[in-house]
């Protein structure tokens, strides 16, 4: 591993704190998610004690993902994250294929997408960015082609935060840091003008339940509740980067995760004190809405400068955490050979963060990564299933192990969390079988790919040996 290397190779720096682990936790998940998405839970669920109880229990069972990966990242504190989990209790294998589906959609897509919202926030702003300019367009192989100024910006946000991070850890970090104190700072202060500001709508929590079945219209809403939650994860990739990992890991995740938790009760506290459930369900920009009904045109300006700075930090904190996941690859022989450097002077593994960016940038312009993205969700809760699968596994085939964190709860935290993650993969066959199907496709498509890089570490091997 990177911090297991040679004595005389470049090895990564253990810098990162608590308070690090818990903002990048901050900054993966906080995006446009609570903006936008609040509005889909009100629409399952229309009443304000059920909005709330959703939210809180998306919160509960982040903090169960977040305890079972803490046991693992205590044990295996390298750079990978779930690379390392998968790898130690399955093989090589199956680490290589959370890896390779991580490299060609779930990571790089979503920045690609985190960067195409970028755009369009900035195009309010500064018209040449807007997605509407068609900054230049071609037609290829009869395919047309089409690049708007949205697309410029989002590629230009991934080409200077890729570089911020190839100069240093401390770079990295400390512009997420900034990032995602700003955005928080910015949260509470719409919440707080929403608690004090005169209430256009009065939250009734005792008003009668809906009388249709709640079990599938609660289901539908801890679809979009889990994914403004996603990215909570993240950190794990940065172990090998932490100082006293077995502390910091779990913790930096737990605190972490009860802050976004806040942050997004405030805000549905802001909304049901603007909206009705009924009208909260029915705007597609419920941030936005909310601000204009409490302060005016200017209200909805605010939120959207909000917005954009909320998907900046949010695209820093996963350009910083995602690239880590293909070091160890490399470093293992199952990767882009040149991908497993340190950089000898910045000690960040700068070649895999320029592939990562150059693979986001060309999804971003492709206009491709919303579909792809689409297959991914099928990946990626299979995958959180079989790394919670994992603690179970790695504590009955190694129960001597050093674990300087032993999950909360163990086992019914972790099979909680295993339990909800395959009730998504099922959710997912069932609404969506075609698209998982070809999420399935992209997942296997590493077989090929792994049997291709394996042959040719054996062959350097046998060459070196000789």
């Not at 936790?25 to 009100?42: K, N, Q, R, Y």
């Not at 190839?166 to 770079?171: D, E, K, Q, T, Y």
Request: glycine letters at 12%.
């Amino acid at each position: 591993m990177s911090d297991e290397a040679t004595p005389h190779a470049p090895t990564l720096v253990r810098a990162l704190g608590t308070w690090d682990t818990a903002l990048v936790t901050v900054g993966a998940v906080l995006g446009s998610a609570i903006f936008l998405a609040a509005s889909d839970v009100a629409r399952a669920l229309p009443h304000p004690a059920l909005i709330l109880g959703a939210w809180l229990l998306g919160g509960l069972l982040t903090l169960a993902g977040g305890f079972t990966y803490g046991e693992l990242g205590a044990m295996f504190p390298h750079a990978g994250g779930q690379y390392h989990y998968l790898k130690e209790a399955y093989g090589t294998f199956w680490g290589f294929l959370f890896g390779w589906t991580a490299f060609l959609v779930i990571m790089t897509g979503g920045l690609a997408a985190l960067a195409a919202g970028f755009g369009e926030y900035v195009g309010v702003f500064l018209p040449f960015f807007a997605t509407q300019n068609v900054v230049a367009s071609a037609s290829i192989l009869g395919w047309q082609w089409t690049l708007n100024g949205g697309q410029v910006a989002g590629v230009l946000a991934l080409v200077a935060l890729t570089a911020i991070n190839v100069m240093g850890l401390r770079a990295g970090t400390g512009l997420q840091n900034v990032f995602t104190l700003v955005k928080i700072g910015s949260i509470e202060v719409l919440a707080a003008l929403g608690l004090v500001l005169p209430a256009p709508e009065v939250p009734d929590f005792t008003a009668q339940l809906p009388t249709e079945s709640l079990l599938p219209a609660l289901g539908i809403a801890m679809i979009a509740v889990l994914w403004s939650f996603d990215g909570w994860y993240g950190a794990t990739a940065l172990a090998g980067e932490m100082r006293e990992p077995g502390r910091t890991l779990p913790r930096g995740i737990f605190f972490g995760t009860l802050l976004v938790m806040g942050l997004y009760g405030l805000m549905n506290l802001l909304y049901l004190r603007t909206l009705s459930p009924v009208a909260m369900g029915e705007t597609t920009r419920i941030g936005e809405t909310a601000a204009g009904i409490l302060l005016g045109p200017s209200g909805a300006r605010l939120v959207s400068l909000a917005v954009l700075v909320s998907i900046f930090g949010c695209l820093a904190s996963t350009v910083l955490y995602s690239a880590r996941i293909y070091l160890p690859m490399a470093q293992d022989g199952v990767f882009f050979r040149a991908l497993a450097e340190i950089h000898p002077r910045f000690r960040t593994p700068a070649q895999c963060l320029v592939a990562q960016g150059v693979w986001s940038c060309l999804l971003t312009i492709s206009g491709s990564y919303e579909q792809l993205y689409t297959y991914a969700i099928f990946a990626v809760f299979l995958f959180h299933a079989a790394t919670g699968v994992a603690v179970l596994v790695l504590r009955r085939t190694r129960p001597d192990a050093p674990r300087p964190y032993r999950a909360w709860g163990y086992p019914v935290v972790p099979l909680v969390f295993v339990l909800t993650s395959l009730a998504f993969v099922a959710n997912t066959l069932l609404e969506k079988p075609l698209e998982s199907a070809i999420g399935l496709g992209i997942v296997l498509l590493g077989a090929p790919a792994y049997a291709w890089w394996r042959r040719h570490a054996v062959r350097r091997e046998t060459t070196t040996v000789r």
